[in-house]
């Protein structure tokens, strides 16, 4: 059964939330409290409903409770959204999401009953910091959540070192699962990761782990120069 995700206001945050939740196969219902922006909606296909987010009978009519999430995104409304969200946590609502405008803006609704709160300025930005980071240590393919399948050549801390030796799983919590060895012909052979394979220096390791241990590893153990 899909997931049904009520987004309370329509700007530009609230549109491309919703489009992008349909696209994933979410039931996704819009309230705002202006007719001409629930009826342009409406035509385009959306299931758009005109109400006041902070209006007690006005919720309920609509259905903002039997939704699994709420996401509260009502522009540049700070108290508006305030008022929704504590109406939201009165109503019981099941997982209440809301935007916030700035960091004291954060606080004040996380304080009042919302389950999650994004700044979308500064949460983007974090994401590109982080691409950035990783783009600029080793190539990377993400997997699930904060799992991702990394690309790091061995550097001296590990050389000539067995992956038995290494613990790198009690250490790091990372998992090897293959390892590119260039040879003097410059033919590449693939190695099995077993424990009592000996790492050389800018061996590429295809490590399996979460970015931080990765990160981590790579810091500490991986190649200055990448290849």
């Known amino acids: ?3 049904r995700i009520f987004v309370l206001g329509a700007g530009r945050f ?5 489009t992008r939740l349909s ?3 979410c039931e996704v219902v819009i309230g705002d409290r ?8 409406a035509e385009d296909g959306f299931h758009a409903v005109e109400m006041d987010a902070d209006d007690e009978d006005a919720s309920k009519d609509a259905g903002v409770v039997e939704a699994d999430v709420v996401v509260v995104s009502i522009g540049d409304n700070m108290q508006g959204s305030i008022l929704a969200t504590l ?3 009165d109503l019981k609502a099941r ?3 809301a935007r916030a405008l700035d960091v004291k803006h ?3 609704l996380e304080k009042v009953g919302a389950d999650l709160v994004v700044l979308p300025s500064r949460d983007m930005a974090y994401r590109l910091a982080e691409r950035l980071r990783d783009d600029a240590s080793s190539d990377r393919q993400p997997i699930s959540g904060d799992y991702q399948m990394a690309q790091i050549r061995v550097g001296p801390p590990v050389h000539g ?3 038995a030796e290494l613990t790198l799983r009690e250490r790091y919590r990372i998992n090897v699962v293959l390892v590119a060895r260039c040879g003097t012909d410059g033919t590449t052979e693939h190695l099995e990761p077993e424990p009592r394979l000996k790492l050389a220096l800018h061996d590429l390791c295809i490590i399996v782990g979460k970015r931080d241990n990765l990160n981590r590893f790579e810091r500490e153990c991986g190649a200055q120069e990448r290849r």
């Open 87 to 89: 109406l939201l946590k």
């Open 106 to 108: 954060a606080q004040v």
């Open 161 to 163: 070192k067995t992956l």
């Open 14 to 18: 609230g549109i491309h939330l919703a």
């Open 95 to 97: 997982r209440i999401i």
């Open 23 to 25: 696209e994933y196969g």
């Open 34 to 41: 202006n007719p001409e922006r629930v009826k342009d909606l």
């Open 1 to 3: 059964m899909a997931q």
